[in-house]
């Protein structure tokens, strides 16, 4: 029996896109959980957490943001925006049926999750923002601006395996070589020319090579003390981030007393939330969410 079932929908302005949907276990019923990947990323980034969270009785939605995975590419890409995210996000709840979920964002998958609570904050029950927040280090961002959107293609895995440990050891540098063959298989897919391409448009990178993402805005901060003030929220930090570096994890939780955290030992941006440290601190934030 297939671990979930691929949803198809459609954008307000028409465009496909794709989920993956994993039903609860059963049992008591709990609000479902949307889990939102990163930049250049997928809905398989989840696919060993949302069996898990799954198992905790919890349906679970991994998305393709526009752009990405299954999801169309669109062809304005002024439109790889936050709050054209955030309104994806929205039309697919509406789709559904769903009036509130738990989020997990993870790098834009948070950002995304921090408009959306400036915009619909009803829809979110509990938010976890992971390894992002309102204020992150401009070398984190240089770091990503490198690589993202210059859509390499590779004649075989082994040299797309290579280009990905290359990107990443910096951040997993303990990852073993099964880890980073999986990380490929994710990042990339094969064209009916054989060769292996990213599983994303290179415009969406356009906003954060152009400097239109900054590291922090007006905006976003109000967007974190709404979310934080009136909803559960948990950040979990890789404990070698670039890009939530100590600077701004002291921020962000002197801006939210409340808020939850949790640091995840030996890896940097952005932990996969399978970890001991990150699933350990996901399982105690779900039980105390309906």
Known sequence: MPLFTPISHTSSDGLPLYARDYPGSGGPARLPVICIHGLTR???DFDELAPQLAAMGRRVLALDVRGRGHSARDPNPDNY????????????????????AVF???SMGGLITMTLAARRLDLIAAAVLNDVGPVLSQRGLARIA????????????????????????CAFPTNPDSEWTKWARRAFEQR????LCPRYDPGIATSLRSGKLPATSLALRLAFRRLTRQRPTLLVRGELSDLVEPRQAAWMRGAAPAMDYAEVAGVGHAPMLTEPDALEAIRAFMARVP
Not at 83 to 90: L, P, R
Not at 192 to 195: A, L, N, S, T
Request: with cysteine; charged share 20%.
């Open 42 to 44: 997928n809905s398989l």
């Open 81 to 100: 925006t936050l709050s054209v995210y955030a309104d994806d996000v929205t039309g697919l709840m509406y789709a559904l049926g769903i009036e509130r």
């Open 104 to 106: 997990i964002g993870t």
């Open 146 to 169: 490198g690589y993202a959107g210059k859509q390499p293609t590779f004649a075989s895995w082994d040299d797309a395996v290579c280009h990905v440990r290359d990107i990443n050891a």
């Open 192 to 195: 009916d020319d054989g060769q």
